[in-house]
């Protein structure tokens, strides 16, 4: 039969083991959704800074002087 203290520790592993990696899971999801929508941002803005260009483009074309 197992001392009491050393059921303790088993019991003491293996709840940390998993309260471990249930923090770990939470930690690693928070980052990647924060990074995520730190990409999507990025990707809004280089998308309106596209067509921003692209219709200073068009405007200077259709204000030019036709020859």
């Known amino acids: 039969m197992k001392v009491p203290s050393q059921r303790w520790g088993y019991i003491r592993i293996m709840s940390g083991t998993i309260f471990g990696g249930i923090l770990g899971f939470y930690v690693m999801h928070s980052v ?36």
Request: charged share 55%; net charge positive; hydrophobic share 20%.
């Open 32 to 67: 990647e959704t924060s990074y995520k929508e730190k990409m999507n941002e990025r990707l809004r803005n280089y998308e309106a800074e596209l067509k921003r260009k692209r219709e200073e483009k068009l405007n200077e074309f259709q204000e030019s002087p036709k020859f």
